[in-house]
């Protein structure tokens, strides 16, 4: 039996308190036929005093803006206790309710099926097993403050377990979380993988990697290394005392998942030679560990208590996600991991992919961010047409809020001070709280000890305070000092396009926009599935749009001859704009020849470039933001 904080069921003046008691709470996480891809998770509940046990889980986890229906892979769910069997009904899709009949011990027992390998979800086979707490287990309603504890029982003796949770003391592979919150914030990785520790700024770290490829520890290391100085020097510190990287190595994924104290990244196995792919690699590691801040602990208000039964709706993911973005490629640059050449070759890249999405016209960022749940990761061959992602959008706009920012200010103020700004109202708002960052229990449990039992003694009470959209944009305009409201009418709650001319300028730097393209604009994507060359997808008020052509038409030929995704844009280079051309397809599985009349090309590549004889004020202004010359790029 555990305390948790004192309840107020008295009247306003709040004299009297009722100390309540809290159940124990114990997982089980077994897999003894990992090839089966099952988990089997044992919950036991001691000290339950009323006739009904509500059981619950998630339907996303935080940091995944996403419905994603985690009890789906449930199965073979049954309850006890003892040996006799205890009456359930399902109430809902997450919801399950036990009949107690008085017992106060009780023993459920469930099935995860878990053989998707992404950041978000579960994943179990004969060589390791992968978990996020928010997709195997379940909380008790009105005990998520509660103390959880995990027990892991590997298949085999030579598999490890790693977790950021501290293990309970005299309890073999036991990890406690203080709450509900934190044991979802903290996935677990068991098996056979590498462990490479590392020490920055005088605390521990580890590299967890599980898979094999062409990564060379040493190098990444030392890599992750300078990020985390780099980015610790920007808020004047590390809020943790230990900090765990999850690295697996696949086939062809891509991804990460931030964590108060790790994040796990997804990456292909084979793609950390070649130095485009590494330096992307590097930009994921920037993005999740910069998180550690901007989300997890400086958030919107809709996020301030997770509600893991629905959507929390924000339209702040343009900042959260956007800014972050921003940033995972600014901190590589200030790490030296690269050149200011390979910088904006990178933010030409982001700019050409805003600039080339039809979507940015139809959708603002702030819109974007309020409709992750059912727009972001439900993409579908109008996507690009009607959608802009949160992600991007908010990246270059926090690029041109930054330039704003320094150009008025001539590089004594940047988008660095709003983020500490913000770190310092609503991240680390608690300083009694934050004092516990510098404590360090035996246990290494925050904020409660843990007493032998793995029991909490003292609730988790968070030191963040969710931000507001009014109190984001008071920030930014407090550090600019300059009302924005006419930008964030524009460029965040509107749709206008971004005028970057007017932020590059002072630094001496303009956009060159490509328009040498020789292919006449049809408005499609193509691609090759299932052997069939096949339009993905096509732009609204294109020419393919206008003749009938629909996403998911099979291409057949081109002026009557037959012709392949690879092949089609060389075969339009015969035409001129404005001519007519025959286009063949299969909709529907019925042959269709639709007359297209070709467009003039649109430009395809927009460059961030150096304008023509830069005054000394603007080479200045650059030196004074990158703290090299403007020749340099």
Not at 28 to 52: D, K, Y
Not at 505 to 521: A, M, N
Request: some cysteine.
């Amino acid at each position: 039996m555990i305390e948790v904080t004192s309840l107020d069921t008295s009247s306003a003046d709040g004299n009297q308190k009722e100390q309540l008691t809290a159940p124990k709470i114990q997982y089980s996480v077994a897999m003894p036929n990992p090839e089966s891809h099952l988990f089997e998770v044992t919950l036991r509940v001691q000290g339950w005093s009323e006739p009904i046990l509500d059981l619950k889980m998630p339907v996303w986890t935080p940091g995944s803006y996403l419905v994603r229906e985690y009890a789906r892979h449930l199965q073979d769910f049954r309850s006890q206790a003892g040996d006799r069997a205890l009456p359930w009904r399902k109430i809902s899709k997450n919801h399950w309710q036990i009949e107690t009949d008085s017992v106060s011990d009780i023993t459920v027992f469930y099935r995860i099926f878990a053989n998707e390998l992404t950041v978000r979800t579960n994943h179990l086979d004969s060589t390791h097993g992968y978990f996020n707490p928010a997709a195997l287990c379940f909380f008790l309603p009105g005990f998520e403050r509660n103390c959880y504890t995990v027990t892991v029982v590997p298949p085999q003796p030579q598999w490890r377990t790693v977790t950021t949770l501290p293990p309970v003391p005299g309890q073999n592979l036991t990890f406690a979380a203080a709450d509900f919150d934190t044991l979802v914030d903290s996935p677990f990785e068991i098996g056979c993988h590498e462990v490479y520790d590392f020490e920055v700024m005088g605390k521990p770290h580890q590299l967890v990697v599980w898979g094999k490829g062409n990564l060379e520890p040493d190098r990444l290391i030392r890599d992750i290394q300078k990020i985390i100085e780099v980015e610790a020097k920007m808020f004047g510190g590390l809020p943790y005392d230990r900090y765990v990287f999850l690295l697996h190595l696949s086939g062809s994924g891509f991804g990460g998942l931030e964590h108060k104290e790790s994040c796990t990244l997804n990456y292909p196995r084979f793609s950390f030679r070649a130095s485009d792919k590494y330096e992307r690699f590097i930009q994921l590691v920037a993005h999740e560990f910069f998180h550690l801040w901007n989300v997890k602990r400086i958030r919107p208000k809709a996020l301030e208590v997770f509600d893991y039964e629905k959507e929390n709706y924000t339209p702040s993911l343009w900042f959260s996600e956007g800014t972050t973005s921003y940033y995972d490629l600014v901190i590589p640059f200030r790490a030296g991991l690269y050149s200011v050449k390979s910088y904006f070759q990178n933010m030409s890249k982001e700019i050409t992919r805003l600039q080339t999405t039809p979507g940015r016209s139809v959708q603002p960022a702030s819109e974007s961010s309020w409709d992750a749940w059912i727009k972001l990761y439900r993409r579908d061959a109008n996507s690009d047409n009607s959608q802009i992602s949160y992600y991007l959008k908010g990246e270059v706009v926090s690029f041109l809020l930054d330039l704003l920012i320094r150009a008025r200010h001539r590089n004594e103020r940047s988008l660095d001070d709003v983020i500490r700004l913000m770190w310092q109202q609503f991240g680390n708002a608690n300083p009694a709280q934050n004092d516990d960052f510098e404590q360090k229990s035996e246990t290494g449990a925050k904020p409660g000890n843990l007493t032998s039992n793995g029991q909490s003694n003292s609730a988790s009470v968070p030191t963040e305070i969710g931000f507001t959209p009014e109190q984001l944009q008071s920030a930014i305009e407090s550090v600019a000092d300059l009302d924005l409201s006419d930008f964030f009418a524009r460029y965040i709650d509107g749709t206008e396009e971004l005028p970057y001319s007017k932020y590059l300028e002072p630094f001496g730097l303009q956009i060159l926009v490509d328009e040498t393209s020789e292919t006449p604009r049809i408005g499609w994507t193509l691609g090759t599935e299932n052997g069939r060359e096949t339009v993905k997808f096509v732009e609204a008020g294109a020419p393919a749009q206008l003749a009938g052509i629909d996403a998911g038409d099979e291409l057949l030929a081109i002026g009557g001859f037959r012709v392949n995704a690879e092949q089609a844009n060389e075969r339009l280079k015969d035409y001129q704009p404005g001519e007519t051309i025959e286009v063949t397809v299969f909709h529907q599985d019925e042959l269709q020849t639709c007359r297209v009349t070709l467009a003039a090309p649109r430009p395809t590549r927009y460059s961030i470039v150096p304008v023509e004889n830069p005054t000394a004020l603007q080479k200045q202004n650059f030196t004074g933001w990158l703290g090299v010359p403007l020749s340099k790029l």
